[in-house]
């Protein structure tokens, strides 16, 4: 089991920088996937970014790549997302989500069983 706690989101304008947190509880965060989404108000939920159990390896939306970046604390259980160059368009609630299936797709919201409450970016331009 995985709990998982966001925190972070503000309102920042246009071209400045937020880093969301999420904190997860739970003896198996070092072997879970983990992934940011994000949903809009009247948007489907869309994929941010996902790291492997190891930080190995990340994946990438193409809408943000080389503008945010995701990291991640096994010993203190954290997943960050470091978000730069923010636009209006990246206004949304972020949520924080964990996997542990073997060979998970990291883009598809279906693969995680583990979400976190959200936390809310406001872009201004």
């Known amino acids: 089991q995985v709990q998982l706690v966001e925190s972070g989101g503000a309102m920042v304008q246009a071209g400045g920088s937020l880093r969301l947190s999420c904190a997860a509880s739970g003896r198996m965060f070092s072997s879970a996937a983990m992934g940011w989404f994000r949903q809009a108000p009247g948007k489907e939920r869309e994929f941010v970014a996902a790291?492997?159990?190891?930080?190995?390896?990340?994946f990438y939306g193409d809408s943000v790549k080389g503008r945010f970046t995701i990291s991640r604390d096994n010993a203190q259980k954290q997943v960050y997302l470091q978000m730069n160059s923010l636009k209006p368009e990246d206004t949304a609630v972020y949520y924080c989500a964990a996997t542990l299936r073997v060979r998970a797709r990291p883009r598809v919201s279906d693969e995680y069983d583990y979400w976190g409450q959200g936390t809310r970016v406001t872009v201004s331009s």
């Open positions: 790291i492997d159990w190891s930080a190995a390896t990340t």
